[in-house]
């Protein structure tokens, strides 16, 4: 199970970890965004930093319904204490976690402040 808390601004947010080039390993908290259908969003500058590989471009329809083209690179997670690999695109906001990477799993919000997010397999 994960574990994570609704911040000051409503926010779900979750801490897991990217793996890196050379076994480097960094730690992130990231927001919950259900309207977003990819795995995690991270900015250039970490990805630039963990030496993540490349993958393709792909367009995306962005929250204002505008298109917009992505970079997307692959790379390795710590999710739910299992190494997993997922697509990143990257995206100069704050990370995001979408519901590719939710797929499998029920997400439990407590709607408040201080409130505490869960996230856990589904049987």
């Given at each position: 199970m994960i574990i994570g808390h609704v911040n000051s601004r409503r926010e779900a947010i979750v801490q897991l970890a990217v793996l890196g080039e050379n076994n480097q390993?960094?730690?992130?908290?990231?927001?919950?965004?259900?309207?977003?259908t990819g795995f995690l969003t991270l900015p250039?500058?970490?990805?630039a930093k963990l030496?993540?590989?490349w993958f393709m471009q792909e367009e995306g329809?962005?929250?204002?319904?505008?298109?917009?083209?992505?970079?997307?690179?692959e790379a390795?997670?710590?999710?739910?204490?299992?190494?997993?690999?997922?697509?990143?695109?990257?995206?100069?906001?704050?990370p995001l976690i979408g519901m590719g990477l939710l797929e499998g799993y029920e997400l439990n919000i407590q709607g408040l402040a201080g409130g505490t997010v869960t996230i856990k397999v589904l049987p």
């Open positions: 390993r960094q730690g992130i908290k990231a927001v919950i965004d259900t309207g977003y250039s500058a970490l990805i030496g993540l590989i329809k962005l929250g204002d319904g505008s298109m917009c083209m992505f970079n997307v690179f390795s997670i710590i999710w739910d204490g299992q190494i997993r690999p997922v697509e990143i695109n990257e995206s100069e906001a704050e």
